[in-house]
């Protein structure tokens, strides 16, 4: 039987390794000429093979048969190896001169910190030396006369210690600081910037009504406050030349209706609806001391009067009452001090009778057109109410289902905690300064007090959402919504409240659709 080796034919031209001869080639001859210059050559080395006096013996009869032995090549590799450098093999050398370069630095470094910490505590030292100082010349300025006292500086005289330093010091004191920079200094400067863009568009010949909007979304300043208001409602005229006319011929006219009809107040048909005046007036804020003065009170009294005689459709409504006040306090700041707090700091009969009558005046007509939006608030069944409370009540079932579940497990109804939300504006539910920020949007929004007062209510309702989670039964969940802690909310806390709110008016206001849309199961 033949063997494997002699039934393996090997094809014609077709090297069978690098040994055969035949279709070798080129390979072979490169490899045999070239054994040297590559690398991964063989090499003779010191073994068993070629022990070191063989190849020493070798060499010598080399050298007597006058053979010079070819001079040896360089490897092709070492060659490359030893001209090229990585960018990791640094020598000893270089890693020296690197450590010497940062330590250098390093000691530069420290010695500047050394020199600045030195210099500032010697800049504290003259510091609280000028001022010991400052502070003893001041007491012997006291108690020596002027012509005996060292000669000071004019800072020093004007009773600024602190930027005070003596003349003979040899160093100049600052200017003191004016009042009007301390004033700039308090106020951001992004405040300030706000202030200037509201007086430009105010003192224009035509105020531009959509800039205004826009300028008064995130609040009005209180300075400009009255005048943007009776603007924003549509009380003043935009020309700035017929506002004067528009203001006297207007307070005549409430005037006119006060001479007319509140003498009436006491007739059969009206005497019980008076009355309803009378007994809510003390009732509105009655924490606040500015609504318990008597005087306050008669001019609440005859603005709501006139204004149910007016509007016999609704006549007057318990919660109407509470509308008045923010108009109020906003038009006597026009005639008072900056700095005064009105709601509790002003006495009422310090101003003159006129002011009394313009701001009385001004508040009834601006009311007026507040009402003239939501009339179908305090109509009979007041159906503007109910409306809204449906509205807001697919509205939360829409952006907070868990909590709408929460509620209506316990029995709770959105009528029982949001009528007053939606009667008198979370006017009981904020404080008054609050309530202003708040009437800055909505008169800045196309009906804010409508419609944009909706989504401010469920943006509140969702703010307290967690808390009324916690709740397990209906006394606990009614208790906290009725009386919820917002007390002390600042104008940034209703910034907030009136961002969520934006949010949602984005996502319902313009698919009126979808919050009826029942979720199919």
């Not at 013996?57 to 050298?63: D, G, T, Y």
């Not at 409504?317 to 906003?330: A, K, S, Y």
């Not at 909706?454 to 969702?462: H, P, S």
Request: proline share 6%; net charge neutral; aromatic share 8%.
């Amino acid at each position: 039987m033949a063997s494997a080796k002699e039934n393996v034919r090997v094809p014609t031209g077709v090297s069978s390794g690098f040994g055969n001869s035949k279709g070798s080639g080129k390979k072979a001859t490169h490899w045999k000429k070239n054994s040297e210059r590559l690398p991964g050559s063989i090499k003779p080395v010191y073994s068993a093979k070629y022990p070191p006096s063989e190849i020493l013996h070798q060499a010598q009869m080399r050298e007597q048969s006058g053979v010079k032995p070819r001079p040896k090549q360089k490897d092709a590799f070492a060659a490359f190896d030893s001209t090229t450098s990585d960018a990791w093999e640094v020598n000893d050398e270089e890693l020296l001169l690197l450590k010497a370069r940062q330590l250098s630095l390093e000691k530069q470094r420290s010695e500047q910190a050394e020199k600045d910490a030195l210099a500032q505590q010697a800049l504290m030292r003259q510091d609280r030396l000028s001022s010991e100082e400052v502070l003893d010349e001041v007491k012997g300025h006291q108690s020596r006369d002027d012509s005996t006292s060292p000669p000071v500086s004019p800072s020093l005289r004007s009773g600024v210690p602190g930027l005070a330093v003596r003349q003979s010091s040899g160093l100049e004191a600052p200017p003191p600081t004016s009042p009007m920079r301390l004033s700039s200094m308090a106020m951001p400067d992004r405040e300030n910037g706000k202030l200037e863009k509201f007086k430009q568009l105010l003192s224009g010949q035509n105020t531009e009504l959509d800039e205004l909007k826009k300028l008064s979304w995130s609040g009005i300043h209180k300075s400009v406050r009255p005048t943007a208001w009776k603007l924003l409602l549509g009380y003043l005229p935009a020309n700035t030349d017929r506002r004067q006319l528009t203001l006297e011929r207007k307070r005549e006219e409430y005037f006119g209706f006060v001479d007319q009809y509140y003498g009436t107040r006491t007739d059969s048909l009206h005497k019980d609806m008076f009355r309803q005046i009378h007994i809510d007036i003390p009732r509105t804020n009655p924490l606040v001391p500015l609504f318990q003065q008597p005087k306050v009170q008669e001019i609440f009294e005859r603005i709501l009067y006139i204004w149910a005689i007016r509007h016999p459709a609704s006549g007057y409504v318990q919660g109407i009452n509470d509308l008045v006040t923010p108009f109020f306090v906003v038009f006597l700041t026009e005639h008072t001090a900056a700095n005064v707090d009105v709601t509790e700091d002003l006495d009422i009969t310090a101003l003159s009778t006129d002011k009394l009558r313009e701001v009385e005046a001004d508040t009834f007509w601006c009311m007026s057109k507040l009402l003239d939006g939501i009339q179908d608030n305090y109509t009979f069944a007041q159906p503007g109410i109910q409306a809204k409370i449906n509205s807001l009540k697919e509205l939360v079932q829409r952006v907070n289902a868990s909590l709408h579940v929460h509620l209506h497990s316990h029995q709770v109804e959105y009528l029982q905690f949001a009528f007053r939300w939606m009667n008198n504006l979370l006017m009981r539910e904020l404080p008054l300064k609050g309530t202003i920020r708040l009437w800055d949007t909505y008169m800045s929004e196309p009906e804010g007090f409508a419609v944009f007062h909706l989504y401010v209510c469920a943006a509140f309702l969702m703010k307290f959402a967690d808390d009324a989670k916690k709740e397990r039964d209906f006394q606990g969940i009614m208790l906290l919504l009725q009386n919820l802690p917002t007390a002390h909310w600042t104008n940034q806390d209703i910034s907030l409240l009136l961002a969520e709110a934006y949010s949602l008016k984005y996502m319902f206001a313009d698919a009126p659709r979808h919050l009826n849309q029942q979720v199919k199961k």
